[in-house]
C-alpha cells in the first residue's frame, strides 16, 4: 500500500518513502522542476535524479551535507542538470562536507560535469565534491548508517544513450524508478512485484514510454501501484493517469510536486 501526503517532508521513522521534487519534462514549469526526487528509508537520504530546479526543493527535507548519496539515471539536462549548481553549494558556500557526496550516474558523468564546470586550463575539481561511482547493468550498493539498510540497484535500460533504471529496497518494500527509457525486459524484470512503480510517460518518442506503455510495463511487472511522471507536455497529468489505467487494473496517480509516498 502506498499513501500520498502533502507533509512538510519524509519521517524520520524507517518506512521507505519518496518525495517529489519535480516532474516536469523538457524544461522546468512556473509550479513544477523536472525530474527530481528523495528516497529516504531508516535515515538514509537519496536524491535520486537532479533535473533543472530539484535543489531548491530538496532542501525543504535535507542540506546537500545531510545526503547519503546522489543518483543520476542518465545525462540529458533535465535529469542531471542541478548537479552542476550543487557543485558550487557542496564547495563555495555555507556548507561543510565530511567528505564528497557519494555519486551514481553513467559512465563519463565526471568528464561532463567538468566540462561544464571548467573555466581555466586546470580541470574543475568536481571529485572535491563528488565521489563519483559509474553505473553499470546490474549494479548494487547499501546506502545509509542506519539500522536499515537501503539497497539500490541499478539495470541499464533502452535510451538512445547510457541510462539505468533503479530499484530502492528497504524492510522488505521496494520501489522502483524507470527514469528515461522505451518499454524493454530490463525494466519489467527490475521492477517485478515491486511495490511501486515510478514511471516516465513521456509520449510518442520511441525512447520513451507512452502512458500506455506505462501502464503495460506496470502489469507486466504486476507492480503494486503505478505513478506516472515525467508527463509530455502533449497531456495533463490527469490524462496521463487515465490512458495509463486503460492499461493497468491496480491504483495509479501522478507525480505531483510536493508529493510523498510511503511505500
Known sequence: MVESSSAPGPGPDSALRLTVLGSATPYPSADNPCSGYLVTAGGARVWVDAGTGTLGPLQRYVRLDGLDAIWISHLHADHCADLLTAYYGALYADVRLAAPIPLYGPPGIADRLADFLTNSARRSPVESAFAVTELSDGHRVVVGSGALP??????????????????????????????????????????????????????????????????????????????????????????????????????????????????
Open 150 to 263: 537501503l539497497t539500490l540497484t541499478s539495470r541499464a535500460v533502452e535510451h538512445g544513450m547510457p541510462a539505468f533504471a533503479l530499484r530502492a529496497e528497504a524492510g522488505g518494500r521496494s520501489l522502483v524508478y524507470s527514469g528515461d527509457t522505451a518499454p524493454c525486459a530490463a525494466l519489467t524484470e527490475l521492477a517485478a512485484d515491486c511495490d511501486l512503480l515510478l514511471c516516465e510517460a513521456e509520449g510518442d518518442d520511441p525512447a520513451h514510454h507512452t502512458a500506455e506503455q506505462a501502464g503495460a510495463t506496470a502489469a507486466a511487472a504486476r507492480a503494486g501501484r503505478l505513478v506516472v511522471t515525467h508527463v509530455g507536455r502533449a497531456l495533463t497529468p490527469a490524462e496521463a493517469v487515465a490512458r495509463a489505467a486503460s492499461r493497468f487494473a491496480g491504483p495509479v496517480g501522478h507525480a505531483d510536486p510536493g508529493a510523498v509516498l510511503t511505500v
